[in-house]
Structure formats: C-alpha cells, structure tokens
C-alpha cells in the first residue's frame, strides 16, 4: 500500500475520493503538523512508499507554472548557534530524496511572499518553497519508507502571494492529478 500525502484538502480537490492502491492523508499546513500527523500514520500502518503532492511558491524565475518532482530539502527558517541560516542544530541541512531531475524546495512554517525573503531563501539553493516537504522526508527517513514529493507552482513568492495561492490552488490539483496518473497511472 502507498500513503497519499498533502498539507490541505485543497490540494487534492481534482483528484477522485478512493485511489486504488493508496491511502491518503491530509496533515495539515507547517512542519509541526505534517511532521506529527505523517509520524501517527506510519506507527499505524505499513507502505512501501510516500507520494507527497502539493503546491509550492517558485523563487526560480526559470521555473514555469507545471508540476515539478523534488529532489532535496532544506530549511529556510531555521539558524544554527553559529548564525547561519538554513543549518539546523541538529538536523541535516539538505535532505536527499532522489537522484533525479527536479528542484530544491525550501521549507519553513511562514508563507513566503516577499521580494528580500525570496532573495535570501534563494541563496540558499533552492527553487521553490514550500511549508512541510522537509518535514515529510526526515520522518520518512526515520521510518525508512521512500517518498517522492511532486509539487505544482501556485505563486511567485512575492507580494500577495497568498491571493495567488488562492486563486490556483484548483488549477494547480489538477496539474498534480495529471502528473499523478503520468507516475502511477489511474
């Protein structure tokens, strides 16, 4: 059985209820509840593998509206006791999940919508941010079960952001429904 993961129930409006061969889980938005909800699912059941779909604000200018799979987590909001953001203290700064093609997501519990967070996150090497993926892969990992993470573009990660969010989040699940069917038919 694999586990159908996304923070919001909007995120999967496109899709249909039962998904054969899955089992589906909203978790919420942020690292907290995506990283408790994911951790309760998998003390309680067996998968050999996590889909995460979703959406993500792209700071790539190079990134186009489409869905893209992620290659590798970080944080953004997050500062060692040396100062330097994107280091946890005790977590791996980066976390790999595929050797593929895809994007850097940057993860952290504000939503991102503004020019000097865009620039800062950037520099960290990532093309997209999101609020849960990192959380995700580290409990997967603790868990040893693989995930695949795909998120679709639903904003800039600039001024009213969130009003974008808002208006394409149907859009978006439905381009993760398509790119869905491309990796796992139905």
Same mark, same amino acid.
């Given at each position: 059985m694999k586990l159908l993961v996304a923070a919001l129930d909007a995120e999967l409006v496109a899709f249909p209820a039962d998904i054969p061969g899955f089992e589906r889980l909203v978790t919420?938005?942020?690292?907290?509840?995506?990283?408790?909800?994911l951790t309760r699912t998998l003390e309680n059941g067996d998968y050999d593998e996590i889909v995460v779909l979703g959406t993500g604000g792209a700071i790539d200018a190079a990134l186009e509206a489409d869905v893209?799979?992620?290659?590798?987590?970080?944080?953004?909001? %997050? /500062?060692?006791?040396? $100062?330097?953001v994107g280091q946890h203290v005790s977590l791996p700064p980066v976390l790999s999940l595929n050797d +593929?093609?895809? %994007? /850097?997501?940057?993860? $952290?519990d504000?939503?991102?919508?503004?020019?000097?967070?865009?620039?800062?996150?950037?520099?960290? +090497?990532?093309?997209?941010?999101?609020?849960?993926?990192?959380a995700y892969a580290w409990v997967a990992r603790r868990y040893g079960v693989p995930v695949r993470v795909f998120k679709a573009v639903s904003d800039r990660a600039q001024d009213?952001?969130?009003t974008d969010w808002r208006e394409t989040v149907t859009a978006c699940s439905a381009l993760l429904w398509q790119r869905f069917r491309v990796e796992y038919g139905g």
């Open positions: 919420g938005p942020g690292k907290l509840q995506a990283a408790v909800e893209y799979e992620v290659v590798a987590a970080l944080q953004h909001d %997050v /500062t060692d006791i040396d $100062g330097i +593929g093609e895809g %994007v /850097t997501i940057a993860t $952290g504000n939503f991102v919508d503004d020019a000097v967070a865009v620039a800062a996150i950037r520099g960290l +090497g990532a093309g997209m941010v999101d609020m849960e993926t990192y009213d952001a969130i």
